[in-house]
């Protein structure tokens, strides 16, 4: 995997090449400690545009102090050597991103006011605790975000799914990224900014902001870089400024301005100077934001903090409808499931559904094919909560009308998608296992839409994963599903279940994964499926718990997504 991985980041920097001319001259020309401004201003005068941003830079209100100046020369010597790379940088960094509307789930218009924002706040903070080069923090701040505007151009529909996974599993860009590219957009911006031969300390900072790194891996200058970053992303989320991707909860202003050293008046000072910053690099790339945004964002955000107190009492009244609500939607859940599992010659079976939160998005069911064989089927829908579960309703009624004309698994999977897809929206999809069993134990034939690999524990002791084949229904028109067909034995176990089973994680963000279960399988394979199924629910609630398993009068922990198993064993 990390040969694919490293070879899909290094063609992307192939396709991205160098940075546009005119600025990969600029930075060349700046990154001499003994820069020759005289060749500075021929370069940048051969751009009009350019030229005319640097005049306007120059005699904003953040540089001007009420003295105009005429020429470009003068223009770069107020702006000064790092400011110029800075802003040559930007707009390279900036032609090269998508349009507006092009982001591929993300708003790139959001996403830039938010690498702006995170810029002057990095800056900021780095001249509030006296860093050496606040410019280098600047640009730092924009730079971070350069990995994000290549996905968004160049990967198509990759970065749609990554944007859709951050936002139904409410986490980071970063942990989508992982989960869908395995690889996170910082990598392959450092790769960039190592391909375009910028200093050492702007590639390591962007490489490793988004994840832990040991003592010694980076040097003293990028790790004070990369704790100005996070600081200036959380200030900027926290705020609600522009859109980073990320869709985890935003930390509240009140506890994290302590934290950060900027309580009070610290705080006020620092919107004003984002402000101006924000404003003044904003009109460079063409972007027109009102004034003082980022400090009316400061507070309405602190206002609407201060409202939380005063709605207490609403909130609670509305919270115990709501529930009254989803208790009543689980309980008409609960009865489409179904009421016993069947009997077939040969198998024993077992099956258990257990929502995150009322109501669930997994579902699985038990089918009378037209020729009269069994399969069992287990699916699970894109996101949590009430539309999951209205869609798993859908697609279940769907396999149980297919199932009286269709007995083929390919089959029926290719009819659910075709209908899937026209009833939906691109943003809902479900991975499905279906699988039917062949009389006597024998043999089972199989089809997958995308879901995790089925665990098949056989008799004999050896144990293999039941790989997929094809993509989530929903997601593409035309699909088709092969059938794979797996012989049997005595005493086999095969467990089929989704990924609240093992992606559940710990305090410390341990998933369960696929070795807790195949272990837990090991140990219960000689009991009957039921018994399984409760060893296996139990060890992921003890893990969420940090390994204490809960109370017998106490509910069980919430491991954050639906959790569904199904069991099958030869007898």
């Given amino acids: 995997m990390e040969t ?80 110029v790379r800075n802003v040559a940088l930007l707009m390279g960094m900036h032609d090269m991103a998508p349009d507006a509307d092009a982001g591929r789930g993300l708003d790139m218009g959001e996403f830039w006011k938010h690498c702006l924002a995170v810029a002057s706040c990095s800056q900021g903070l780095a001249w509030q605790r006296g860093t050496a080069n606040p410019e280098d923090a600047w640009l730092a701040g924009i730079l971070h975000g350069l990995g994000v505007t290549i996905l968004a151009q160049r990967t198509g529909t990759e970065f749609a799914a990554v944007v859709d996974f951050a936002r139904q599993r409410r986490t980071t860009l970063v942990e989508a990224e992982m989960r869908v590219l395995d690889f996170h957009h910082g990598e392959l911006g450092g790769r960039l900014l190592r391909e375009w031969k910028l200093p050492r300390v702007f590639a390591d900072t962007v490489e490793f902001y988004p994840e832990d790194y040991v003592a010694g891996e980076v040097d003293a200058e990028a790790v004070a870089l990369i704790t100005e970053l996070r600081d200036a992303i959380e200030i900027a989320r926290a705020i609600g400024f522009g859109d980073s991707g990320d869709r985890t909860p935003r930390a509240r202003l009140d506890d994290l301005a302590p934290r950060l050293g900027l309580a009070g008046p610290a705080l006020e000072a620092l919107a004003a100077k984002v402000d101006r910053e924000v404003q003044d690099m904003a009109r460079v790339v063409g972007i027109t934001l009102p004034d003082n945004l980022f400090a009316q964002s400061l507070a309405a955000s602190q206002q609407a903090a201060a409202r939380v107190g005063l709605e207490g009492f609403n909130d609670t009244l509305v919270k115990e409808e709501l529930q009254a609500e989803l208790a009543a939607a689980r309980s008409i859940q609960q009865q489409l499931l179904p009421q016993a599992v069947p009997q077939v010659p040969g198998y024993q079976v077992a099956a258990v559904n257990v929502p995150s939160r009322s109501v669930s998005g997994d579902t699985y069911d038990f089918l009378t094919l037209r020729g009269g064989a069994t399969a069992l089927v287990v699916a699970d829908i894109s996101g949590k909560g009430t539309p999951a579960a209205l869609l798993a309703s859908t697609l279940q009624a769907s396999l149980r009308a297919l199932a009286l004309v269709m007995d083929d698994p390919g089959d029926l999977l290719a009819a659910a998608n075709r209908a899937l897809y026209a009833s939906t929206d691109p943003e809902r999809f479900a991975t499905v296992f279906l699988a039917v069993l062949e009389p006597g134990g024998g043999a089972l034939r199989y089809a997958s839409a995308g879901h995790n690999p089925p665990l098949l524990r056989h008799g004999n002791g050896r144990q293999e994963w039941l790989p997929p084949a094809g993509t989530p229904l929903g997601m593409l028109p035309e699909m088709e599903y092969p059938v794979t067909r797996v012989t049997l034995g005595p005493d086999d176990v095969l467990v089929v279940y989704t990924d609240g089973v093992t992606e559940a994680t710990d305090s410390r963000e341990a998933e369960f994964a696929e070795s807790g279960l195949l272990e837990i399988v090991v140990t219960r394979a000689h009991t009957p499926p039921a018994v399984i199924i409760d060893a296996v629910v139990q060890a992921v609630h003890a893990h969420v718990g940090d390994g204490a398993a809960p109370a017998p009068d106490q509910p069980p922990p919430d491991a954050g997504d639906d959790l569904t198993l199904v069991v099958v064993k030869t007898v």
Avoid at 46 to 64: I, T, Y
Wanted: aromatic share 4%; glycine share 8%.
């Fill in 4 to 83: 694919n991985t490293k070879y899909f980041v290094t063609e992307l920097v192939g396709e991205v090449g160098t940075l546009p001319s005119l600025a990969a001259q600029v930075v060349r020309l700046t990154s001499d400690p003994e820069c020759d401004l005289g060749e500075l201003t021929r370069v940048i005068m051969s751009d009009n545009v350019l030229s005319l941003r640097f005049l306007a830079l120059a005699n904003s209100a953040a540089f001007a102090q009420g003295q105009e100046v005429k020429n470009l020369r003068g223009a770069l010597v107020r702006l000064g050597i790092r400011r």
